[in-house]
């Protein structure tokens, strides 16, 4: 079956760095995306990985390690803007699986 | 980025009746199209995948005849709520895929059902 797990919550402060892991275990494995929305709002595409390693752009990075069936997301100078719900998705064998969510809160 | 579009944005319909929900994809064709439906706090739950001309897959527990899809074109899938009730009050969303690479889906706005 499919499983993603990552945490439910997590707090950062305005300019730090926050990682938010994701572990999964699939069917499969055509790439993994990470997605973020906003309250109230559809996901909007941040990253994807299909391959080992790390893809960065500007301030989010994303990596994957496909044999540990683990990837995170690392967003850089935080901003309050940021604050909201980063969604892991796994295409596996089936459509887009995603996780429940950790909803990201930046304090100032 | 792609643009993916649905209307209505937020709809209250009377328990009972039908509501159709439009997605489009505004500037790429797309060969497949997802409809999700997200409740609060929860993960998108994916209910149905349509291919462009075919019948739509539906996922284990979502009832067909009760959301009908119809993908009738390469820009266009619909998803219609036929006899809503109080409990089909969620928050729906389509996503979209073409042919760009990485192959990533791309999201409507969503639509709001409220079901009186």
């Known amino acids: 079956g499919q499983n993603i797990d990552q945490p439910t919550e997590m707090t950062a402060t305005e300019g730090a760095i926050v990682q938010i892991n994701c572990t999964y275990q699939t069917s499969g494995f055509n790439g993994l995306f990470w997605y973020q929305q906003h309250a109230g709002e559809a996901p909007t595409f941040l990253s994807y990985?299909?391959?080992?390693g790390l893809e960065e752009k500007g301030r989010f990075s994303s990596f994957l390690s496909r044999s540990k069936g683990y990837s995170y997301l690392l967003l850089k100078e935080l901003q309050m803007k940021d604050s909201a719900s980063y969604l892991c998705?796994?295409?596996?064998?089936?459509?887009?699986?995603f996780g429940k969510g950790t909803r990201l809160s930046v304090i100032a | 980025g792609a643009v993916v579009s649905q209307h209505p944005s937020w709809v209250i319909c009377k328990s009972g009746t039908s509501v159709k929900i439009e997605c489009r994809s505004l500037d790429f064709q797309a060969t497949t199209m997802f409809w999700y439906r997200q409740f609060p706090k929860q993960s998108l739950m994916l209910m149905a995948t349509s291919n462009e001309g075919s019948k739509a897959t539906y996922e284990q527990g979502v009832e067909k005849d009760k959301f009908l899809i119809n993908h009738a074109s390469l820009t266009l899938s619909t998803l219609t709520v036929t006899s809503a009730h109080p409990e089909d009050s969620s928050f729906y969303i389509c996503s979209a895929r073409g042919y760009r690479p990485p192959d990533t889906q791309y999201f409507g706005p969503g639509t709001r059902l409220t079901v009186l």
């Open positions: 998705a796994v295409e596996g064998n089936t459509p887009l699986v």
């Open positions: 990985n299909v391959l080992d």
